[in-house]
């Protein structure tokens, strides 16, 4: 094998679909899925690679540091790619403390077993951390986040995700551990766990339950296709230079609004429905505490350097995204039953 690459997170949404790109792509690397199984973590995500052979999944908490040190000892990673976290930014609101222990804990966790296997000798090593554009705050009407953007998070959520960035390069500057990060935007496609806005859209339009907008409808979300996520992450892997950051977008800016207004009209065509029937679920809520307005990435950086830019466009992506929840009902059903039900109780009840 070239390679023994643990991904970390790997049963969930971005990670399941890193992982079939890697295990496809790459026949010569040891791929190993390390992930917890939360609520969204799913195995059945993973049913199409679960038996190659250059592919394993280790069940674990990268909270548990001696289960995550003696997982380096026994299988000697060279390279790490860092997905596990909690996502959830409503999520952090109610429980933020979750997020200090998996994502900033957790993280430093892995830096300390990567750095004391690795023990200074880093040829042929790299520590990559899969971050959010969320660090950078908020954006008025105008301007992008680079890369040079100084941080800003203004969720728990998203200042767990500062907070494990900073630990990232603090570990790369101290130690010399080589380290890569990247900030990439909002994510959609298949296999998202539908507390998340386009996937709870389309599940609620469904279920015919009203679809909750939060505060005016008017806030910007800049959308990526996860498999060019996934792609991005391939070639930032094997192409980006140690000690960089790298922001990765759609360049696909959209009010959240607009959003569901498409949603519902593509799965009006789609069920047969009169234009306008899923619309009318439409509700406005109370709006999120601390709610970020606007996020737009600048990924020139990514573009120019590494030749990277999304494969499909949003209308491709959208069309296929809805597809796949169409015809994987199971799926949803499977995830939104159990804790789902209490979840949305809790989170939707005032509103
Ligand atoms: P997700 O919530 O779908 O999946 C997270 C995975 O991590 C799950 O499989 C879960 O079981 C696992 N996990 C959680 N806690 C763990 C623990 N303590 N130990 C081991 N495994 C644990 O998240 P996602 O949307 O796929 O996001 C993956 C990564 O990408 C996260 O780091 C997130 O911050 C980042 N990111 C997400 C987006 C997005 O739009 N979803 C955008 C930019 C960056
Ligand atoms: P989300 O998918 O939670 O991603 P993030 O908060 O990380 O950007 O939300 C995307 C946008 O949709 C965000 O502006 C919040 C909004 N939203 C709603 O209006 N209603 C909802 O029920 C949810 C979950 C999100």
Redesign the pocket.
């Known amino acids: 094998m070239d390679k023994k690459v643990l991904i970390?997170?790997?049963?969930?949404?971005?990670?399941s679909h890193l992982i079939r790109l890697f295990v496809n792509k790459y026949p010569n690397y040891a791929i190993f899925n390390?992930?917890?199984?939360?609520y969204?973590?799913?195995l059945e995500n993973l049913k199409d690679v679960e038996n190659k052979s250059n592919y394993k999944f280790i069940k674990?908490?990268?909270?548990d540091a001696q289960f995550v040190n003696e997982l380096f000892l026994e299988h000697q990673f060279d390279s790490v790619i860092?997905?596990?976290?909690?996502?959830?930014v409503d999520r952090s609101i109610t429980d933020p403390l979750a997020f200090i222990?998996?994502?900033i804990i957790?993280t430093v966790n892995l830096l300390n077993a990567a750095k004391d296997i690795w023990n200074s000798k880093y040829e042929g090593k790299k520590f990559y951390h899969?971050?959010?554009?969320e660090v950078y705050g908020s954006l008025a009407e105008d301007g992008f986040f680079l890369e040079t953007t100084s941080y800003d998070p203004q969720s728990p959520y998203s200042a767990s995700?500062a907070s494990s960035d900073h630990f990232v390069r603090a570990y790369g500057n101290t130690y010399g551990i080589p380290v890569v990060v990247s900030?990439?935007?909002?994510?959609y496609g298949p296999n998202?766990?539908p507390e998340?806005l386009i996937p709870l859209i389309i599940h609620n339009i469904l279920h015919n339950k009203s679809l909750p907008i939060y505060g005016d409808g008017k806030y910007t979300r800049d959308w990526l296709w996860v498999k060019d996520?996934a792609m991005a992450i391939d070639t930032i892997f094997h192409q980006g230079k140690i000690g960089e950051t790298y922001n990765i977008g759609g360049f696909n800016e959209w009010k959240n609004i607009d959003i569901v207004l498409l949603i519902c009209k593509l799965l009006d065509e789609k069920l047969g429905n009169p234009s306008g029937t899923s619309a009318q679920l439409i509700t406005y809520v109370i709006d999120r505490p601390g709610h970020d307005r606007r996020y737009a990435i600048d990924a020139s950086k990514l573009k120019n350097e590494l030749n990277w830019t999304p494969s499909i466009t949003f209308e491709e992506g959208i069309e296929q995204t809805i597809s796949w929840y169409l015809d994987n009902q199971q799926w949803l059903d499977n995830v939104t039953s159990g804790d789902y039900l209490q979840y949305y109780q809790q989170q939707y009840q005032t509103k």
């Open positions: 970390t997170g790997g049963a969930g949404f971005i990670g390390l992930d917890k199984l939360t969204a973590g799913n674990g908490d990268i909270n860092h997905l596990a976290a909690e996502s959830h222990y998996t994502n957790g899969i971050s959010t554009d995700k900030n990439c935007s909002n994510n998202q766990f998340k996520h």
